[in-house]
């Protein structure tokens, strides 16, 4: 039988850390420790017990349940990487912009070096958000 731990939301942003692992999971989809491991590597060398650690307190701060599957867990995100991208966003418009959105995106066009393709995309959204 497979049982599925309590999901808690909590609006407390990922450690550099946290967000790589999520990113592995969110691109894995349901999977164990030791599938994480491997993703990481070769880039990143972490112990299969440091990786499960962080794994677990992801799962304690609601980003990730699990599910019991043979003698070990299979985790899954609870949060979609879509929704932390806008409640990240929305956090950094909130305490860092004065809660001014144009402000980001003034910043993002005076420090980032956006290409032809970007600007293109950005016209186009923001004619698509008028609309």
Known sequence: MIRKSRVRRIEKP???TELEMMNVIW??????VLQVVEQLRPERELAYTSVST???ILEQKGYVTSSK???GHLYQAAVSKEEYQRSTVQRLV???FDNAPALLVRRLLDTESLSADDLAEIRALLRKKGS
Do not use: M, N
């Open 14 to 16: 990922l450690t550099a």
């Open 27 to 32: 691109q894995l989809g349901p999977c164990s």
């Open 54 to 56: 962080i794994v677990r």
């Open 69 to 71: 599957e043979g003698r």
């Open 94 to 96: 909130t305490s860092v």
